[in-house]
């Protein structure tokens, strides 16, 4: 179909499409609205919100921010029933914040984005969908990082007869009592469903390729007197909330500055001689890199199930299958009924790009496919107008991922805002500001922990290159993204009479 296909021309323009219905996309019809804007489509591919929450139902799921801080600013909860959530809670929550935004009906469900193109003829975008095609001045592609399941290729992999599935893909109808497991991976869903089913298996075995930092969890429960509290006295929430901000930025700072996490680090082995009482166990889960460089997860029960009777940690990957027999990189060798893969998400290519055509008609996939995904303030894409990306390229900070996509909302709100009253009909970001914005971010990034503490993590692509953080404080992103720079863009505006049929 060519770029300017005319058979759409009788389909509604809306103001602005909205792709997906998890945090972000929540979040962006909530703040339209507040913003007078009416004009607006979301679609979901699902039959309800929810985006990672609805997705991951794996035992033991939950977030690793507290509550106080994963919530919208503009939708603080006494309900919570811990500091950190579980999933089913934080489903509950964003349902609850869907509906009582008035939301929810905007929202078109069951209807999967198949192609996205910018037709630079009428400076519209055509999207077509399963439930058929739609038309928009702009679109905000809502749809998150951490969405497509990743399993390696492994040799024999087909041979295999017994049950399989990824963490994200939970098998809740297979009874995994008395039976011989392989976890494949120590990432954060691992470490939280490994506990869970440890007492049930007959056989635990733990693929553990890089040992992660694993921190105590400063988890507790709140009883019906402490959200009393919360309810009637606004003040504690609001405390609890800066008090856990305030906290993060100082892991930040220390991921900045890699030199104040060596004393951290330090403390954290000694602590581990205290947590593991096998020595070899404990050479075996003690990381060989700076604090902070991974991902630091936070648990209180994942040693403890490792040293239980009935679990075998193999600190190497899995290189091979041979019919029911995994088999590790040093050779060693297990029959297994069940093989569960905690390993994560291809988050360096983000599966929207192999629905997005840009302004040449290039898949934006295929730009990505020998390097990573770049942006503007991790939210406009070189050559693609009139498009927003939540969530997108080097804008990750220790922070909660609610506070990052309400952030950038700031930026992309004020930029429709712009374009409305400015008469904006086309803007794209200037391929010379993107390039120096990225090379900045690169060079900054050299001195943080994510690229010199001495491990390989996502937050790094094949090439190397880190395509996920932010060098800076949050402060600093917020600040950035107070505001929409229109002469960072390129602009075309439309036509005076253009203007005043669209007011």
């Known amino acids: 179909m060519a770029a300017h296909d005319t058979t759409a021309s009788a389909a509604p323009i809306y103001d602005t499409f909205i792709v997906g219905a998890g945090i972000s996309g929540i979040a962006a019809a909530i703040k339209l609205k507040q913003e007078g804007y009416h004009d607006f489509l979301v679609i979901e591919q699902s039959d309800r919100v929810g985006g990672t929450w609805r997705e991951n139902t794996y035992p033991g799921c939950g977030c690793d921010v507290p509550s106080s801080l994963y919530s919208y600013s503009f939708a603080l909860s006494s309900k919570w029933s811990r500091l950190f959530a579980k ?57 998150g990082p951490i969405t497509e ?55 635990l075995f733990v693929f553990q390729r890089t040992a992660p930092w ?16 919360i309810e009637k006295l606004p003040v504690i929430q609001h405390g609890w909330r800066k008090a856990v901000a305030s906290s993060l930025n100082v892991i930040n700072f220390g991921l900045r500055n890699p030199g104040v996490l060596k004393p951290i680090s330090a403390a954290a082995r000694q602590l581990l001689k205290l947590q593991i009482r096998d020595a070899r166990l404990r050479e075996a889960v003690t990381p060989d890199f700076t604090l902070g460089c991974k991902r630091i997860l936070f648990a209180n029960n994942y040693y ?31 029959e297994v009924d069940v ?13 929207i790009g192999k629905k997005v055509f840009n302004a040449n008609g290039e898949r934006i996939s295929d730009l990505w496919k020998n390097s990573s995904p770049e942006a503007f303030l991790g939210t406009s894409l070189e050559n693609t107008p009139n498009a927003f990306l939540v969530l997108g390229p080097n804008v990750l900070v220790y922070d909660s991922f ?9 930026y992309i709100i004020d930029g429709l805002k712009k374009v409305r009253s400015q008469g904006i009909s086309k803007f794209s970001i200037k391929p010379d500001v993107l390039k120096q914005h990225n090379d900045t971010v690169q060079k900054h990034l050299q001195t943080t922990v994510f690229n010199s503490g001495g491990c390989k993590s996502y937050y790094l692509d094949a090439n190397g290159r880190n395509f996920a953080a932010w060098p800076w404080s949050l402060a600093t992103l917020k600040k950035r993204l107070k505001t929409f720079p229109v002469d960072a863009y390129d602009v075309l505006y439309a036509p005076p009479a253009t203007q005043r049929a669209a007011s």
């Open 87 to 143: 999933q089913p809670e934080i489903l509950r929550y964003l349902q609850d914040v869907s509906d009582s935004f008035q939301v929810t009906p905007l929202i078109q469900f069951n209807t999967a984005l198949e192609n996205a193109r910018w037709d630079d003829h009428r400076h519209l975008w055509v999207l077509d969908t399963s439930r058929g095609q739609y038309l928009a001045k702009t679109v905000i592609f809502a749809t």
């Open 149 to 203: 399941s990743q399993i390696p290729a492994i040799p024999g992999l087909e041979s295999f007869r017994g049950e399989m599935f990824h963490s994200a893909k939970w098998n809740h109808d297979y009874d995994l009592t008395g039976k011989r497991v392989a976890v494949i991976g120590t990432g954060a869903s691992a470490i939280q469903f490994v506990p869970e089913i440890q007492p049930a298996v007959k056989e």
């Open 214 to 229: 694993v921190l105590p969890k400063p988890d507790l429960p709140l009883g019906d007197l402490s959200k009393l509290a």
């Open 304 to 334: 403890p199930a490792l040293q239980a009777d009935n679990t075998t940690l193999i600190p190497h990957g899995l290189v091979e299958v041979d019919n029911n027999t995994v088999i590790a990189a040093n050779g060693e060798r297990h």
């Open 339 to 351: 093989i569960i893969w905690g390993t994560g998400f291809d988050v360096s290519h983000p599966p």
């Open 402 to 410: 609610i506070g990052l996509a309400e952030a950038q909302l700031d």
